[in-house]
């Protein structure tokens, strides 16, 4: 089984701060991706990787930076934490067949944060 | 571009009644169709599939078409039991990404 594990279930930082959100997959899988998810507005994208050191802007990339120096692992950042960006955010994999972002996506648990 | 409009919920039916959860997408080309569910407490998890028109996805006792003509993939079960609790999702692949509804939740009561 697919397995994407996320570095926090919970996480509560003060507003300025630096936050890292690490996201780790099992399965050598080349597509990597942040969302967050809010009620009533179901998953947003962030960001998405297609390969190390590769990143794509998604929907709502302001106020966010990725890293992905290994293809198992990627990292979310966000600079300077705001209370607006108090969510659910998601990581989720997926296999990357001849370059298709389409593949079925498999989710990590997510990590809730809350910036105060 | 792509778009994904499902019916708002809370849903909430009696253990074995009958489900639909409505979903209709907007798109460009011949998009490929997911249903994901996400249990309380849980990150999301596929449900079922369509790649192209007229396929039907299952898994689990959930169903749903592709239906081009009617831009749906409506997922319906016959027999709702409490354990299928959980918010709904559906989204469409196409371009470069998942384009994901705003979730449905389901609530089953005995």
């Known amino acids: 089984d697919v397995k994407v594990t996320q570095s926090s279930r919970y996480l509560v930082k003060r507003t300025g701060e630096k936050v890292f959100l690490e996201c780790v997959q099992d399965?050598?899988?080349?597509?990597m991706f942040w969302y967050r998810q809010d009620p009533g507005l179901g998953l947003r994208l962030i960001y998405f990787?297609?390969?190390?050191?590769?990143?794509e802007k998604g929907d709502i990339p302001e106020g966010y930076s990725v890293s992905r120096e290994k293809k198992e692992r990627f990292s979310l950042i966000l600079e300077s934490a705001s209370t607006n960006q108090t969510s659910m955010y998601l990581c989720?994999?997926?296999?990357?067949?001849?370059?298709?972002?389409?593949?079925?996506?498999?989710f990590g648990p997510g990590t809730r944060l809350t910036v105060l | 571009g792509n778009s994904v409009t499902q019916m708002e919920g809370p849903v909430t039916l009696s253990e074995e009644a009958f489900l639909t959860i409505n979903c209709t997408y907007t798109?460009?080309?011949?998009?490929?169709l997911f249903w994901y569910v996400q249990y309380p407490g849980e990150g999301l998890q596929l449900l079922l599939k369509?790649?192209?028109?007229?396929d039907k996805g299952s898994n689990k006792g959930f169903e749903a078409t592709y239906r081009k003509e009617t831009t749906s993939f409506h997922l319906e079960k016959g027999s709702v039991q409490v354990s299928d609790s959980a918010v709904y999702f559906c989204?469409?692949?196409?371009?470069?990404?998942?384009?994901f509804g705003t979730g449905t939740q389901l609530k089953v009561e005995l």
């Open positions: 798109a460009t080309g011949y998009p490929s």
């Open positions: 399965m050598d899988h080349e597509n």
């Open positions: 369509a790649t192209k028109a007229d």
């Open positions: 989204a469409l692949g196409g371009g470069n990404k998942l384009t």
């Open positions: 989720a994999s997926s296999l990357g067949t001849s370059g298709s972002f389409v593949d079925t996506q498999y």
């Open positions: 990787s297609y390969d190390v050191k590769m990143k």
